[in-house]
């Protein structure tokens, strides 16, 4: 394959069929292939109970099937395409998947407005647990595909966290641990990877939902639960979540969102057999620790609190998926302080889950260390360590400077939710939430029912699920290019004005 | 002349070498600034004496307690080495120190004794009110003002005088031998990440910086005695609270117990001008009137106050509906007194206009933003700093576009200067500290049965040397009623490690130990 390093460009193959490089459309294509696929499985599915939901939704799905194809034979991959056009096509590959979500609930009616589509569709994408509907009223074929949204945005995010992240930024501490290594490498190449990545995605839906149906949960619930547990979402079938299902079923889910909150270079260890690395890993340790001190905290702090609900909600804010046994909002500050800390530290790189990510926060302490130290002893040379290697001051730098943009962006989010009108605690915890997927929150219940926030006021989520999701980057590079547009426009007005003179 | 001094400056250190003694900048260091805080209590007891007399006896006692105390510490310690762990522990434990001996006139005056409340508490109460008088936080645990007479108020107020430029820098102005390493003492105590030689002698650096500060302390007398019409004795006690940017007022209403719009106009210039650098104060007085309009944190704090002014003020008019006039009046003194880190407050009762736990929430959110920000480096003020910040968003800037250029070789930029790697790092990595340090704070103060909200803006105000909080710890309540005991003393020990710039109390526990265990090796 020739290798362009500009735009997208043709490209003839043996065959003499002619192609063109572009990463953002062949992404695009890819997920409007998938999108189309689990689209037409779910309507097939579902035309049990309401067949005309399933026959828009199949025909809202024909269109994007059609193009994903086409685009997926016209398009090929570049061998290293610029950073800058992967998170691009990362994030148009969302916008498209969050339209066509809005279409079918639109069409099908299931949503009474385009605003209540487009954010239960952005909330489902995005595998925040925050949503406008009602769950026990939706026909099922609607309940799964809001399910799938889930799915599909999970799938999404850990392609974009596994996958396409670490191949431009390539050994950078902010990507998960290793991904610069051979030896720690999910699989030789980006193609097998992806297979790899989804293979043990789907098995352990499929895992999830046997586990659950095992427990007594209906098969309805049992696949939307399986689908919305793995990939961090957090929908229910339910309106109050987990409150009402069983210890079992409960246990089943606090194994699972555990699971979801793993790092899948770990997942991938175990699952070869590679167990004593598994078991060593640091980033495992810790996020089992934080698990482990978050639910002794809940215990101490909410005196009715079992031992197991206590697990249940830490995982749930550990791993950012955002189901609940209880109506948490309500425990005292202490209890919600610590949630809060649980679900901006999130769960471990490479994960399903959202948040600051484990690593980075070991990381983060490690260099206040570094700095107490550095204070004490201004000539010392102190290196701080990860996974056995030093990390590069380079690489801390950009780690810091990753992490006070993405602070910045806590406090702009907070602010737009103030603005709205929401409390202080409120505004707080809706952007530190919606930033790590979780969703819910004081202001919007321990269950995330958004149905008494203005049309507005939901709209403004929306950028925050996607610097969630996606992280922050294609947020910041947009802002960028704004910059970068403005500033060439003025330049240009500048010039036009001096010839004029 | 230079040389003269030069000798007597030798001449001290043989006198003290002569002497066997305990060879130890922290403790003299730490004797130096008991004897100056002595001065505080004979003086206000003598105003005591002349006024209430109701408190007289607390604060002569405390005096020469006091004065006792820095003497003989003084007698028997020589300055000792000033490694950087040296300097951190001086700073660290002086601090300490003085807040801990500041709280005796509280104590001896039962200022906090309230029928039904124990000892403990009393003396946990005045531990706060004398670190938050130091550390320039203005938060308060006083319950009933008329509990103190005029003197102990005066006190009180002169706590933050001496807070404001910081104990340490007197005590390096003073001590002559202190001039080696002298530039460390006052760069751990210094509010920003560095601290600006105007002369190349440290000790006459450190006489300036307190000149300039004394100069606009007096202004800020004047000009309120002499314009709107308080009394001589509020002139004072407020100039000092305003210039050190440190908020208390004798009054339990603070600001809003005069209802003067000039009183208010008169103290925003006053924070305005201790919020900026005093470096710069001092170069404008020799005559450099550009170096405000050059300096680009000066620029960046002005633009910060006016923009957030605009916009609190925006969201009382149109938000919380209240009259142009009156929106304009509160919202930008409260954004000036908060902006600058003082926290004066201008409500007049608790339902009043004044009062920011009130407010529509965004206004409030700015509130907590300017509190977490502070004002510029070398100021009288807390919080981050104006210029670190402008630094990490540069840094943060420069590694959003390395994420898509990831070989770019490009430097971060303060104004048109070039920023070093180092100082980067180290401010990167001061924010990092900070940021966990509020983190820790908020999870531990609301497992001390504390609100959530009232912790966080506890926390972010006694970092930032603040004062008032939000929700029920706001300008009008005091300290004692939100929070528990053991929270009041966490919060005092944060006030000084706001104060401090963080590194000096969490490193000064490294001195010691470190002589432990070289020890022991």
Known sequence: MRFSRLGPGPDVDSLGVRSRHSYSRLAIADGLAMFAALTLVIAVIGAVDAPGDSLRMALVALVPGAVGLSGRSRYVRRQRPPAGRVIAGLASTWAALVLLGTTVYVVTGASPTLADALFESAAGYSTVATTSMDPSTLSLPIGLFRASTQWLGGAVGLLAGVIAFPSIMRGRVQIPKGTGRRIDRLAPTTIVGRRRVLGLYSSLTVVCGIAYFATGMSARGSIVHAMTTLSTGGFSDNADSFLTEGAASRAVATVFMLVAGTSYFALWWLVRGNHRRFVRSPELRLYLAIVASVSVLLVWQVPDLSVEDALFTAASASSTTGLAVAEWTLFPSGALSILLVAVATGAMGASAGSGLRVVRARLLLSHAGHELRRQLDPQAVVAVHHGGRSVGGDELDQLTGYQIAHFGLVGIGAFAMAGTGLGLTESLWTSVSTLSTFGTGPGLGAFGDATHLDAFHRLLLIPGMLAGRLSILPLLLAFASVMRIRHLAGRQVRRVFRRRR | ?521
């Open chain 2, 1 to 521: 002349m230079k040389s003269v001094r030069d000798a007597q400056a030798r001449r001290a250190t043989e006198l003290h070498m002569a002497r066997s003694q305990i060879r130890s900048t922290t403790l003299h260091v730490m004797s130096i600034a008991i004897i100056s805080v002595s001065a505080a209590m004979f003086i206000t007891a003598l105003l005591e004496r002349a006024t209430t007399d109701q408190d007289t006896g607390a604060l002569f006692i405390s005096g020469l307690v006091t004065v006792g105390l820095g003497a003989s510490m003084w007698w028997v310690t020589a300055p000792g080495s000033v490694r950087s762990r040296d300097v951190f522990a001086a700073v660290g434990w002086t601090w300490i120190a003085i807040t801990v001996i500041g709280a005796l006139p509280y104590v001896l005056a039962h200022t906090f004794a309230v029928p039904g409340v124990g000892f403990t508490e009393e003396l946990t109460n005045s531990i706060f009110e004398s670190a938050s008088g130091f550390s320039c936080t203005g938060s308060s645990a006083l319950t009933d003002f008329s509990r103190m007479g005029r003197g102990l108020a005066m006190y009180r107020q002169a706590t933050q005088f001496y807070g404001g430029m910081g104990i340490v820098v007197l005590a390096v102005a003073v001590l002559p031998f202190l001039g080696v390493g002298g530039l460390d003492l006052m760069t751990a105590e210094a509010p920003g990440p560095s601290s600006d030689r105007l002369t190349p002698r440290v000790s006459e650096t450190a006489k300036r910086l307190w000149a300039t500060y004394a100069l606009l302390t007096v202004s800020i007398a004047v000009a309120l005695i002499v314009l709107p019409g308080p009394s001589v004795y509020d002139g004072i006690a407020h100039s000092m609270s305003a210039a050190s940017t440190g908020g208390f007022s004798p009054h339990s209403s603070s600001i809003g117990y005069f209802d003067s719009v000039w009183v208010e106009i008169i103290l925003m210039a006053g924070m305005l001008v201790g919020g900026a650098n005093f470096a710069l104060h001092w170069r404008a007085l020799v005559g450099d009137r550009g170096c405000y309009s050059r300096d680009p944190e000066f620029r960046a704090y002005v633009l910060m106050i006016v923009a957030s002014a605009a916009i609190v003020v925006g969201f009382l008019w149109l938000g919380d509906g209240m009259a142009l006039g009156t929106a304009a009046r509160v919202g930008i003194f409260n954004t000036v007194s908060l902006g600058t880190s003082t926290g004066y407050g201008s409500a007049t009762g608790e339902a009043s206009a004044g009062n920011f736990v009130l407010w529509a929430p965004a206004a409030q959110m700015v509130l907590l933003f300017l509190m977490l920000i502070g004002a510029s480096t070398g100021s009288t003020s807390g919080g981050v700093k104006i210029m670190r910040l402008q630094v990490l968003a540069a840094h943060s800037i420069r590694s959003i576009r390395r994420s898509q250029h990831p070989r770019a070789v490009i430097p971060v930029r303060h104004g048109s200067a070039a920023v070093s790697e180092d100082i980067v790092t180290r401010m990167a990595g001061f924010f990092v500290v900070y940021l966990l340090l509020i983190l820790f704070g908020v999870v531990s103060l609301t497992l001390m049965d504390s609100g959530f909200i009232e912790s966080v803006g506890a926390i972010v105000g006694a970092l930032g040397g603040m004062g008032p909080s939000l929700g029920e710890a706001g300008p009008t309540a005091s300290f004692s009623d939100p929070f528990s005991q053991p929270a009041r003393l966490f919060l005092s020990l944060y006030m000084l490690i706001g104060r401090l710039e963080i590194f000096p109390i969490l490193l000064m526990f490294a001195a010691p130990w470190r002589a432990v265990r070289d020890r022991v090796a």
